[in-house]
């Protein structure tokens, strides 16, 4: 069923869950959170400019904008948070995370795409309600999407191995949770 040497799910002709693959998505990750981390610090007023290179006040106009403010903290704050648990979440685990930890994998995957979603959206809006870009906004909605396949890959192998846990009628519940063996039978 798996090269156990590789990992490599049935069917599939290479591992999702090499660092090979992942490391890239956590490094973007990483500068995501570093871009967010600096909108957030403009929009909790720490600094009193953002930098701007190709859209004169764009920037400002976004940042501040009624979108930005919708909810309690500025949306860069969660967009920090969100990068930050996109990392988190994918550095834990091993090279078969995808058999071995399905809960991390699924939520690697729920977190990873619907940021962006949300971050096309936001790109959606710029010009739409405030004839405005924002360049690092934009730079952030890119690395989100550039984000989601290798992401979803992953996912995407975690699914199949639980529908084969399904389909051998062993529980569910504790593969989701890693368990070696259930009910007498290895997964």
């Known amino acids: ?65 009624g979108v930005s ?16 648990s996109d990392a988190a979440s994918g550095a834990i685990g091993g090279t078969r995370r995808w058999k071995t930890m399905p809960w991390i994998v699924i939520l690697f995957g729920l977190l990873v795409g619907p940021l962006g979603m949300i971050s096309i959206l936001l790109v959606i809006l710029q010009p739409v309600l405030y004839h405005a870009w924002c360049t690092l906004c934009l730079c952030s909605a890119a690395i989100s999407v550039i984000m989601i396949g290798p992401a979803m890959d992953e996912m995407l192998a975690s699914l199949q191995y639980m529908r084969r846990v399904k389909d051998s009628e062993v529980s569910l519940w ?11 039978k290895v997964i």
């Open 69 to 84: 403010k919708l909810l309690p903290v500025p949306d860069g704050v969660l967009g920090a948070l969100g990068y930050l």
């Open 174 to 184: 504790k593969a989701f949770w890693g368990y070696k063996s259930v009910q007498g």
């Open 1 to 65: 069923m798996m090269n156990k040497d590789e990992g490599i799910p049935p069917g599939w002709n290479y591992n999702p869950a090499t660092w090979g693959q992942r490391l890239p998505i956590i490094g973007l990750a990483a500068v995501g959170f570093g871009i967010a981390t600096y909108l957030s610090l403009y929009q909790l007023h720490v600094f009193p400019t953002i930098w701007e290179p190709f859209f004169g006040n764009g920037s400002q106009k976004v940042l501040n904008s």
